[in-house]
């Protein structure tokens, strides 16, 4: 919501500043028209106290509906998850308060959340596709197959299959020894932050952050966290992506996720994770994905609705 109001706020302002040059340089400095341009500048000054009026409107509009989602959430959410062992992924630029108010709605869905593993910024570094491929190749479980495509694939097959089971919860597994190992290997190398998980997970939610800067090397950290994103999904029982709108963007994670039509056909998508009724939808789109289906949710671009 601050996000929100500073965005909307400094487009206006700069908007107004903007509307006061061109009419002091078309017209009170330059021709003696004066008084006309006062005029304009007093119809601007209008304009701009008008605009950050609705700002503050639409501000206040998204605090009541936050309000309100936080107060009805145990409600929506009793026993969507009764029973289920969740796993929270951090994803690089992922909010704190974003994951607790996450792990929060799991808990009141009546899920178990095993823990949570903490991506570093570092994995999608391009030196990283190397580390990540010695490491894949050295924790791989005996006749697993790894993927032939690069290092960031083979890590992320690696890291999430020694994370999820898609038993876990049944009573019939075993957890793996690589449950704490494999996970204790990638956080020796920095690409992962030190963690602990009680147990194997069945399902994961990954909580992302903002877009990937724009540096000419956007497309390949945004392909590396999405290979990592597509591998939670695929190695587990079912796995949700969510965001702030800005991770819906072309490069935000999210929206990459939407982008790939394999990808998008898979993994459940939200891209409002930053209000309580946005994670609300997360875990309603959770249980979704644990009875088999998908969906893609919030308000930006073409989505199924606000939730499933």
Known sequence: ??????????????????????????????????????????????????????VA???ASLEFADAFGAETQPTQLVEALTGRLVVVVAMPGADDQVLAGTREALGAAGATVVGTVEIDPSWSDAASEAVLDSLAAQLVSSGAALPETDGYDRGAVVLASAVLDPAAGSGNEADSPDQQTTPAAFAESGLVAPGELRRAAE????VTGDPVTDDGEAGRRLGALTSLA???????????????????SSLGLVGAVRADPDLAAALSTVDMAQLSSGRTSTVLALAEQADGGVGHYGAVGQVDGPLP
Request: glycine share 12%; aromatic share 4%.
């Open 1 to 54: 919501m601050i996000n929100f109001r500073y965005h909307v706020v400094s487009l206006v302002g700069v908007l107004f500043a903007l509307s006061i040059g061109l009419v002091l340089g078309s017209g009170l400095l330059s021709s003696g028209t004066g008084t006309a341009a006062a005029v304009q500048v007093v119809d601007l000054q209008a304009e701009t106290a008008l605009l950050r009026e609705r």
């Open 57 to 59: 409107a639409g501000e």
């Open 203 to 206: 399902l994961a939610v990954l």
């Open 230 to 248: 597509a591998a939670f999904d695929a190695q587990g029982a079912g796995a949700v992506l969510a965001g702030p709108p800005e991770s819906a």
